[in-house]
């Protein structure tokens, strides 16, 4: 009974657990196939380092990414009236919510958030698209709203990153109505005479797109993001004509002058600091903090050779 207890029984149950590593250590790059290894993926900002194809974010992952040692506090937004229409299609409006709370573990579509990034003091606001497609309902405006308002109280450039399927169909009339509501909170902005950046994720479609997401005083997009109102295939069916290769793809908006840059995800945070700092008036980005002075480098012995000297002896030995 013993060997079956301590011997058998433990090997039995080590063969099964083996079966149950996760699978999702690895993610199948949906461009090229290619098997991308959970943390190789992560450190590459979710980004296939074989096709550079842009996979999917979520807003506090991008924030670790964005603010200076991945640092940022969460600005409150005011929380809105639950389910206003009781609604239901196959599922209740409620059941729905908190079914995406579970998978996303957030709250809801957006995240809003102040740090620094490259010491340049920002507001920032991310929608997240794995949940319930970020769309837009009345949480989304309130939170640009108070994204708006703080970034006006610290007197802070606001920067955006848009991802969403449009409006939240569950809220109806209430969510096409934070498309004027935002576009009064970016008109907040521009009155303080404050910068807003918007990054354009993939995908931003619908009311997101015909409201704060095309607002900005910069608009950035990643690579290879759909940007729209309403998409390719509605359009393909209505008109009934096969459409451009890249159609409302970020490279053919930039080049149509629907954007001012398209950047690589892991080139857009020192993007944003440079363009930051240069709408503020600040002095250029330091690329990388300097190491704390040895206390020898403060006060330096009086025998210590001045620097004349040891530029001399340097010239010296390279001669
Ligand atoms: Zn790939």
């Known amino acids: 009974m013993n060997w079956i207890t301590n011997y058998v029984r433990p090997r039995i149950n080590s063969l099964f657990s083996r079966r149950e ?7 199948k790059c949906p461009e090229c196939g290619t098997m991308l290894f959970h943390r190789e993926l992560s450190d590459n900002l979710n980004v296939c380092t074989n096709c550079d194809h842009h996979l999917a974010i979520t807003p506090r992952e991008r924030f670790a990414a964005l603010f ?28 729905r919510m908190k079914a995406a709370q579970k998978s996303t573990g957030e709250k809801e579509a957006m995240l809003v ?24 309902g009345m949480y989304v405006g309130n939170a640009i709203i108070a994204a708006a ?46 910068p807003y950046i918007v990054v354009l994720t993939h995908p931003t479609t619908g009311g997101v797109t015909a409201s704060y997401a ?32 890249g159609f409302q793809r970020a490279e053919y908006l930039l080049e149509h002058g629907m954007l001012d840059r398209v950047t690589h995800r892991t080139k857009l945070r020192d993007e944003l600091i440079s363009i930051l700092r240069m709408l503020g008036g600040l002095p250029a980005p330091t690329r990388a903090d300097l190491p ?16 004349e000297e040891s530029a001399k002896a340097g010239k010296k030995s390279a001669s």
């Open 21 to 27: 590593v996760p699978e999702n250590l690895w993610t």
């Open 214 to 245: 095309m607002l900005g005083d910069i608009q950035i997009s990643e690579p290879g993001a759909l940007i729209c109102f309403a998409g390719p295939r509605v359009i393909e069916q209505t008109i009934r004509e096969k459409l451009p290769e």
């Open 292 to 307: 704390a002075p040895a206390p020898a480098a403060i006060e330096p012995p009086e025998s210590a050779p001045s620097h």
């Open 149 to 194: 308002e703080r970034a006006v109280k610290l007197k802070r450039p606001l920067v955006l990153f848009s991802a969403a399927g449009g409006a939240r169909m569950q809220e109806g009339i209430l969510s096409l109505m934070q498309m004027p509501r935002t576009t009064v909170a970016v008109e907040m902005l521009r009155e303080a005479g404050l």
């Open 68 to 95: 200076d040692g991945g640092l940022f506090s969460e600005v409150k937004v005011p929380e809105p009236l639950a389910d206003p229409l009781q609604f239901r299609d196959q599922k209740k409006y409620p059941d």
């Open 113 to 136: 958030a102040e740090g620094e990034m490259g010491r340049t003091p920002i507001v920032a606001a991310a929608q997240d698209f794995s949940f319930m497609g970020g769309s837009m």
